[in-house]
C-alpha cells in the first residue's frame, strides 16, 4: 500500500512538472483509446516553435484592422475558449455578428468548422473570422504586410518556416499548430471512464451519466462528446438575425436551420448556449429539451425519442456535464499568453 501511495505521489508531481515546466515539446497528444484524429498532421508536422509562434498570434490584435481585438477576444481559455459576456460575438467597432464563438476543444478530430460546417480544414479556419467584416475585418495581404515589417514576427516566421517571405499559409499553419494542440480529455469522466483509482462517479452524476445515454448520447457521442453532426433541436429562426444555418453552405432547402451539434467538453464554462448564445445557463438548456415542440425542422433523433426529464432529473443530468469540466486543460499554462523570445 505505502508503495502504491509513493507512486501515485511521484506521477502527481509528474504530471504538475509536465503542466508546468518550461515548454520544449509539442502539447498535442492523443488520448488513451481515442480514435485517429482528422487533422493531416504530415501537412503541417508539430513542431513546439511553430506552435509558440501561433500561440503569440492567436492572442496578437494585430491580426484585426484597428488592432483592438484578436482571436482570444472570442476564445478565452478560462471559458473553454470561447467568450460569456455577450450572446453572440462583437467584432471591431462593436460590431456584432450572428453566431456564439464556439468553444475551442479536440479540433484535431473535426472534419469541418464553424456552426454551418463552411470550413474544411483546420489550417484555413483562421482565415474566415480574420478576413469576416464583422469579425477581425482586414485583408491577408495587410496582415502579412504588418508581420512582414514587425520585428518580432518577422525573424520568426524565418526561423521556424526558413524564409523572409511571409506566406498566407505559414500563417495558417502557425495558428494551427497552437489551436490542433488544445486537447481537453482530462476531467472526472475521462478518469472514470480510463477507471482510475480513487475516482468514481457521485450518485447523482451518475444518474445523470445514465440518463444521458437514455437521452443524449445519439447525437454527443464519441469521445469528443459532438462536434460532427448538423441537426436541429427545434429552435425557431430567429427573426433579427435570420441564420438558416447549414443552408447557407448547401444551399439545400433540407439544411434549413441546421447546426453544428457541440461539444459538450467543458460546458459548465461555455455559456451562453446555442449557435444564437439564447440561453444563459444550463438549467434553460435543461428547460428547453424539457419541453420540446414537435415542428418541421426537429431532427428525427428527437422525434423519435424526445426527452422526458423531470426537474429532478435535470439537476442529475446538470450534475454529470460538470463532470465534463477539465481544470487542467481550462489553467494549462502552456496554453496562455507567452510573448516570444
Known sequence: MLKRHLLFILVSFSLLALTFSTL?????????????????????????EKFKLGRALFYDPIL??????????????????????HPTSHGIDGRIGKR?????????????????????????QAINP????DEMDITLDEVLRRLDHSPIYAPAFEKTFGTQD???FHLVKALAQYTVALVSANAKYDQVMRKEEGV??????????????????????GPTLGGDLFRSNGLILDPELKDFGRMTITGKAKDSLLFRVPSL???????????DGRYKKL???????????????????LKRKKPNLSSNDQKDLIAFLKTLSDKQFLFDDRFKYAPLK
Open 283 to 301: 438549467k434553460d438548456v435543461m428547460d428547453h429539451y424539457a419541453h420540446l415542440e414537435d415542428n418541421q425542422v426537429l431532427s428525427k433523433e
Open 166 to 168: 511571409i506566406r498566407p
Open 130 to 133: 480574420i478576413t469576416h467584416h
Open 64 to 85: 484585426s484592422r484597428d488592432s483592438s481585438i484578436s482571436c482570444s477576444t472570442c476564445h478565452l481559455q478560462y471559458t473553454a475558449f470561447t467568450h460569456v459576456d
Open 100 to 124: 456564439n464563438s464556439p468553444s475551442l476543444a479536440n479540433l484535431a478530430w473535426r472534419n469541418d468548422f464553424h456552426w454551418d460546417g463552411g470550413v474544411l480544414n483546420l489550417n484555413s
Open 200 to 221: 468514481q462517479f457521485s450518485e447523482q452524476e451518475l444518474k445523470g451519466y445514465n440518463l444521458f445515454k437514455q437521452n443524449c448520447i445519439s447525437c454527443h457521442s
Open 24 to 48: 520544449d515539446t509539442h502539447p498535442f497528444y492523443l488520448p488513451q483509446n481515442w480514435p485517429k484524429p482528422s487533422y493531416n498532421f504530415k501537412g503541417n508536422p508539430l513542431d513546439v
Open 265 to 275: 467538453r467543458n460546458i459548465e464554462y461555455s455559456f451562453p448556449y446555442m449557435h
